[in-house]
């Protein structure tokens, strides 16, 4: 998959994911890009043997977070600081690596520390052209942050040479908020997929209850609290043919969300993994899945939508971003964000539902990896013609 590395005539790109957020995502871009002609390399934190490291290893520059190994979501208050001291430091690392190495373009996929972040960006963008992906145009999914945090956000984003996006919707959203039309691309996400098949007996028996899934770590937007309000408006015969999977990492308060299920007398229909999953987990909970959920509030592009959508199985997704674009009634059902009535009548209905046609359809990684390849070639003849304008005018 990804072939010769650096060849001296390659266009040479670095891109930042600090803690290695979206791997598998990093890893199939990647090899688009390098079909493409691109050289990609990674600025992320260092490999680490508790977690499955997509990226292959020789394109990874391991700068960010040396010796902060627990996620801030983990750490108490004081190493939450320490991380976020962490992330400065590294943020230099990033503007020194960038300075001594010969890369071409800088593209960024997250922004953590968007005040940080800035500094690079600042530092780095005389020299050559900065691309950010915004992969949610609500910054940080909605979820509270400080006004110094937006407003930082929010300067980055005028900050860059350009922005990719993966819907229209992003686009417009982006556009409205003052950001120039010519300077938002809009590449579609690319379907993921488990290097791991599910080890699942032949004898083993299929649970006798329809089996809804809502996957991946678990935070408010994804509206799991709609979920559970939902259920408790179906009737009782009905809930009986169904169960739900809720599985993931939390990053919320569950407890509160578990005491609202008992409250409503819906706790019998839940079923509740809460951990990181590893990939065999993963692979075993979505060949036991008959139906997706995804009840999400705000959302652009969904990596476990893109993870599952190719094992056809029924999904009901909010009527937002990339579902509203990709989801057909024959593959499955949308609903309108937060409407907990018609997320009820959507699951109602789903029990025993099949998809009719094929919602892994949709943009290769080859094509993607063109898609930004023209991208970052545009972006550098524009420097040489802006930088050949200025001697001119000199």
Known sequence: MFGERHPADQTRVLLVDPAV???????????????????????????????????????????????????????????KIKKGLSH??????????????????????????????????????????????????????GNPTSNAQKYGYRKALTSVDHLIVHTNRAKDSLAADGIPRANITVIPHGPLSLPVRPQISPSAQRNSKWTFVLFGRLQDYKGLDTLIEALASIDNARRAQFRVIIAGEPFMDIDALKARAQQLGVQDNLEWRLKRLTQQEMAELFEEADSFIFPYKRIDASGVYYTVKGYRKWIIASDLGAFSDEISDDVGALFPAGDKAALAQKIAD????????????????????????????????????DGQQQQFQR
Do not use: C
Request: charged share 20%; proline share 6%; aromatic share 10%.
């Open 350 to 385: 789903g029990i025993g539902r099949t998809p009719a046609g094929d919602a892994s359809i949709g943009s290769s990684w080859s094509e993607i990896g063109k898609m930004h390849a023209d991208l970052y070639r545009r972006l550098l003849q524009r420097r040489v013609a």
């Open 88 to 141: 400065v430091a590294s943020t230099q690392r990033l503007i020194r690596l960038s300075n001594a190495s010969d890369f071409d373009i800088l593209h960024f996929q997250w922004l953590v520390l968007p005040f940080a972040d800035l500094l690079a960006i600042k530092a780095i963008r005389p020299r050559i052209p900065i691309v950010l992906t915004v992969h949610d145009s609500t910054p940080f999914n």
């Open 21 to 79: 957020f979206t791997g598998p995502y990093d890893a199939a871009l990647t090899g688009g890009l390098l079909e493409s002609g691109i050289s990609a390399s990674w600025a992320t934190r260092g490999n680490r043997a508790d977690l499955f490291n997509e990226i292959p290893h020789d394109l990874v520059h391991p700068i960010y977070y040396p010796g902060v190994e627990l996620s801030a979501k983990q750490a108490g208050y004081h190493r």
